[in-house]
């Protein structure tokens, strides 16, 4: 095993009792055994992330599930940080509202881009309730071909699990993707479930939570593939 160890930094606020917190840890720790890779994971909690400067030293960042977070501008801030430097970025469930949120207001200029739990009644909720709440149940999910994700899987669909309420909003989802931003997969109603960003070395957020596949002992590919890439920063 190499000894330089890939940082992995968790941009989330630890809470032992979520489930995707347990399991994050885990799907990293299996995936860096499969690619025989040493490994460092460091939880950034959104509040103390008042600058990019604390970010240099990571390899790739994980934006987690349970938001609200403690600072939404932390987590968009480590999210800016990776989609600008080209640092390998992985966001589920929260992670992926948050991704969404920050292209919105940073790329597409949309300053009054909200997400709506925090502000319901904002005009332009990028990210809004979903239609039917996703609270521990497992869906089918369809990736797009040729997307990082579906390489990720090797596999046309996966059937994944999701603990959240809040998903992008059906009415600004083609603007959103008229750019950088893509679709990479679906559910079997065809709502949008994941987005990845292309002219970017590993960009990827999904609604699911992949991570809770190491739980029950089984490799999460979007974690292994998601660490081969941070690996790659490192050198």
């Not at 347990?22 to 992330?49: F, H, S």
């Not at 977070?69 to 430097?85: F, Q």
Request: glycine residues 8%; proline residues 6%.
């Amino acid at each position: 095993m190499i000894s330089t160890p890939v940082r992995i930094g968790l941009v989330g606020d630890r809470d032992p009792q979520v489930t995707a917190h347990r399991a994050i840890p885990l799907a990293l720790a299996r995936a860096a055994e499969t690619l025989q890779i040493a490994l460092e994971v460091d939880w950034l909690a959104t509040d103390q992330i008042s600058s990019t400067a604390g970010l240099a030293s990571f390899h790739g960042l994980w934006c987690v599930p349970a938001s609200p977070y403690r600072s939404t501008e932390g987590a968009l801030r480590a999210i800016g940080h990776a989609r600008e430097s080209g640092l390998p970025f992985l966001g589920t469930c929260g992670g992926f509202q948050h991704a969404v949120l920050e292209y919105a207001r940073n790329v597409l200029a949309w300053v009054d881009a909200e997400h709506g739990e925090l502000a319901p009644a904002g005009a332009r909720q990028v990210i809004a309730p979903l239609s039917c709440a996703l609270v521990e149940v497992a869906e089918e999910v369809r990736f797009v071909p040729g997307t990082r994700l579906a390489a990720a899987y090797g596999a046309p669909s996966a059937r994944e699990g999701y603990h959240c309420r809040y998903g992008m909003n059906p009415q600004f989802e083609s603007e959103l993707l008229k750019g950088s931003l893509r679709a990479a997969a679906y559910d079997g109603a065809s709502q949008l479930r994941a987005v990845e960003l292309n002219e970017h070395p590993f960009f990827v957020a999904t609604l699911f939570q992949p991570e809770r596949a190491a739980l029950q002992d089984r490799d999460v590919p979007l974690a292994r593939a998601f660490l081969a890439a941070s690996a790659v920063m490192r050198g």
